[in-house]
């Protein structure tokens, strides 16, 4: 994979929201031929089918409603080098609310689903929000993923993206799972985070665009706090993680260009399965979107741990 610019590659993931225009069957609109960015797993990655069911979603509505909330379920792998459509039923059109079902799908394998929800824009009602964590460093002053990642990209395909091909400028407060695990939180038994981060390059988009930018950007630190908690990282050896549902909400505009801030943390883990979920703030303050993500993370057991169990 050649090295991409940081506006390259900011540009390439708005181009991927831009759909083509779909065709009507069997009462769905359907969308061919998504653009599928490349990601180290060598796997379609959740976040951009997430991404772009929110587009999909929103061309078949009214202009004037913005995506609120998305429910996601990961259902097989996608294939980065085979076509991506993505399939779209509308299930209500009110007047301040729409909805859609979204089916990613390659051939005849279901990849993926979504239930998508569209709220007219500027509606009033009640309003309230947690309080942004206070003190924080300023993002400016902290080093970001690509400069962290940059000494190790020929060693990993992971510090490679991060270095040269990722979407976003991505800066964590503390330290990161990136290249090893976090034995402090592991200690203290907490997946807390926080996360600054922004397009790597500026954007400009419509207000759907940078909501499905966030949808993109959210999956490349939700698993974070799982990791932090377990003990691991990003490259511990034989580690096997991935997406297993995704919700979002959204209750304020998004600018993508400016600072916003993850909150972030990992409540509970079992069965092979953990739970991350986050906050995401403006830089002034506002609460502008939360968000869950169910995940399987597996390593391989160690061979002590296997006599040990043949013991009992």
């Known amino acids: 994979m050649a090295e991409v610019k940081a506006s390259d590659a ?50 078949t509505a009214d ?29 209500r059109d009110g007047r301040s609310f729409s909805t859609r079902r979204v089916d990613a799908k390659q051939g005849k394998q279901l990849l993926f689903t979504a ?3 569209l709220q007219k824009a500027g509606q009033s009602g009640v309003e309230f ?8 460093p300023n993002p400016e002053t902290l080093t970001s993923a690509k400069d ?12 490679k993206y991060y270095s040269s091909q990722s979407p976003f400028d991505i800066r964590h407060i503390g330290s990161t799972v990136m290249l090893e695990p976090d034995k402090e939180s592991a200690d203290k038994d907490s997946g ?6 922004r397009m790597a390059s500026p954007v400009t988009a419509s207000q759907n665009v940078y909501r499905a930018l966030l949808a993109l950007e959210c999956d490349q ?15 511990t050896p034989g580690i ?19 600072w916003h801030l993850y909150v972030q943390d990992a409540p509970v883990a079992g069965h092979g399965r953990a739970l991350g979920i986050a906050k995401v703030y403006s830089a002034d303050g506002r609460l502008l979107a939360a968000m869950t993500q169910e995940a399987t993370i597996r390593v391989p057991e160690k061979k002590d741990d296997k006599k040990n169990d043949g013991k009992k």
């Not at 993931?13 to 797993?41: C, I, M, Q, S, W």
């Not at 807390?192 to 981060?197: A, D």
């Not at 297993?244 to 505009?253: G, K």
């Open 129 to 136: 929000n947690d309080d942004m964590p206070k003190n924080l």
């Open 192 to 197: 807390k985070q926080m996360v600054w981060m």
């Open 10 to 59: 900011a540009q390439q993931a708005v181009e991927a929201l831009k759909l083509k225009a779909g065709e009507e069957r069997d009462g769905r609109t359907v969308f061919h031929d998504a653009t599928n960015l490349y990601y180290p797993t060598e796997r379609i990655y959740g976040g951009q089918m997430t991404a772009q069911a929110i587009i999909a979603a929103a061309d």
């Open 115 to 117: 239930t998508v929800s």
């Open 63 to 91: 202009d004037d409603k913005v995506a609120n909330s998305i429910h996601a379920t990961f259902i097989k792998v996608g294939k980065l080098d085979e076509e991506t459509r993505y399939e779209v039923e509308s299930l």
């Open 221 to 235: 630190v939700m698993m974070e706090p799982d990791l932090r908690r377990a003990g691991l990282s990003i490259s």
């Open 240 to 258: 096997f993680y991935a997406s297993i549902d995704h919700s979002m909400w959204w209750y304020d505009n998004i600018d993508m260009n400016e």
């Open 148 to 159: 962290l990642m940059e000494p190790y990209a020929d060693k990993s395909g992971f510090a």
